[in-house]
């Protein structure tokens, strides 16, 4: 009895030992977190200092997701053999060169996929990777400031896909008005005055016009998670068929060093781009009044790798 006693006595003093120690640890764990935070905030409030100065500001993040498989004799599916992948990537990057008088801001955004299935009982279908999302969008904006939120500005954008069908279409935007910075990290372009070249190979659908312009851009970097929302908005002048609207964003979190986890989803209103796909590519007889002109989307998720 008497050894048991002991033996308590023993164990109770190392728990008692151990909750002093994870205490202590605890304490000083909490004082260091107490003079980080301090000087992250100096560290935060120098960067600010750095961020308003004039010069140029560069930057880029990206996702890249991607997947293979490949089953064998796995008869609960239509095609019991096969082998398929898929990869895609987004990269957001930009140039801004900010002044006292003025800014020039440029931006890319490049959003390619490809994805193939090869049956293997079917010799003749196609077992190379196809392209699915096929985004290029390329942007200047040259501004002179005429308050702190106003300045008169001149902007160009232009649109295609690269992967197929390279400038067909392809969209160039030109055009002069005013740009509104209400907040650090949001552009809004709004220009009346705005030609949209529109290059293709079938004129009858696809047609050039006088318009208005406007264009949102939102990009924030909120400790480790960057933000990207661009809308580009073009409302024609001659007619409500070749008006068109883009909506894409990027959110990239990292969790690694440069790594971390992004997610890109897009959508657009292409009236001309609906008719063109149901008349040349499903050989249908239909026109701007009879078309399906259903919303267009995409998503990407995968991994993210921040340049900044």
């Known amino acids: ?25 605890n304490k000083q764990k909490a004082e260091k977190q107490a003079e980080v935070d301090k000087y992250q905030g100096e560290v935060d409030a120098i960067q600010s200092q750095i961020d308003a100065l004039p010069g140029w500001r560069y930057g880029a993040f990206g996702t890249l997701g991607g997947s293979i498989s490949e ?22 990057g930009y140039a801004n060169k900010i002044e006292d008088t003025y800014f020039w801001r440029n931006s890319l955004t490049l959003n390619l996929n490809w994805v193939k299935l090869d049956d293997k009982d079917d010799e003749t279908d196609d077992e190379n990777f196809k392209p699915t999302t096929d985004v290029f969008n390329i942007s200047s904006l040259y501004g002179y400031e005429l308050t702190e939120k106003w300045a008169l500005s001149a902007f160009g954008e232009y649109r295609t896909t690269i992967l197929d069908n ?37 004129t009858a659908i696809f047609a050039s016009s006088l318009g208005a312009k406007i264009v949102a851009d939102y ?16 409302q024609s002048y001659k007619s409500e068929d070749l008006s068109n609207w883009t909506w ?14 992004g997610l890109d989803f897009g959508l657009r209103d292409n009236k001309q781009e609906a008719l ?33």
């Open 71 to 92: 089953f064998n004799n796995w008869y609960a599916q239509g095609s019991p053999n096969n082998s398929s992948g898929n990869i895609g990537f987004t990269v957001n």
């Open 248 to 261: 894409t964003n990027s959110l990239g979190y990292t969790v690694w060093k440069n790594i971390g986890v």
């Open 166 to 202: 390279f400038n067909d279409p392809g969209y160039l935007d030109l055009g002069i008005g005013i740009t509104w910075t209400p907040i650090k990290d949001l552009i809004v372009v709004i220009h009346p005055l705005n030609y949209n070249f529109v290059f293709a190979d079938d």
């Open 276 to 308: 063109n796909y149901f008349v040349n590519t499903l050989e249908t007889n239909d026109t701007f009044e009879t078309v399906d002109n259903k919303l267009q989307t995409f998503w990407t998720f995968g991994l993210s790798y921040n340049f900044d």
């Open 219 to 234: 990009t924030k970097k909120i400790g480790q998670l960057n933000i990207k929302s661009n809308l580009s908005v073009f």
């Open 1 to 25: 009895m008497k050894k048991i006693l002991i033996t308590l006595v023993c164990l109770c003093s190392i728990t008692f030992s151990f909750s002093q120690d994870k205490e202590a640890l």
